[in-house]
């Protein structure tokens, strides 16, 4: 479990960062909308390890609350964190979230020239707070050919654990043609329609 340590703000927001900390906010099911402020460094360094998806001990005064990460702002040129938002949960009752898709191995079409698309980085699935995972695994070594694709449907996920709320039938990866085929492909296929189109020459 990761921990967190955060004050009560009075100040505003703009006041917050001039002094060198996060504004931030946390709320919930039971748990009224409260401003608060967290350290710089102490933030970033738990919300690399962390992330949104894993459940943070935020510890305000006597109080502690467990939470998610829901939303972040950051300053659109330095990418400093503005304003944070924490999200109470109920540690046994599930929660929706975001779980990415790692690929791994290696795919024999890849190999050979194909050029391997991910199409779906992540999943969505309810869990309870403590099964939350880093990443679900997706094995591509049966990749072998052009054209190929994996689904949602080829992840192997536990079932009593994780309800996924993806659709099934979604694509996760898939191989294309090198980009200089298709073009040859391409210019073939218009060259064909030219000359099918062709008037016939006069007599």
Known sequence: MFSLEAKIRTEIAKIARVDGVIPAVVYGKDTPSTMLTVGVSEFIKVYR??????????????KSYNVLVTE???HPVT???RHLDFLTIDMKAEVHVKIAIKLVGTAPAVMEGGQLHQSLDALDVKCLPADIIDAFELDISSLDH????????????????FNIL????????SIHAPKKIEEEEVTVAVADVAVATAKPAAE
Request: glycine share 10%; proline share 0%; no cysteine.
């Open 166 to 173: 993806s659709h099934a039938e979604d694509a996760i990866v």
């Open 146 to 161: 052009i054209g190929q694709t994996l689904h949602v449907s080829d992840l192997v996920v536990n079932a009593k654990k």
């Open 72 to 74: 972040t702002q950051r």
């Open 79 to 81: 990418g400093a964190f």
């Open 49 to 62: 390890e962390a992330g949104k998806n894993h459940v943070i001990t935020l510890n305000v005064g006597k």
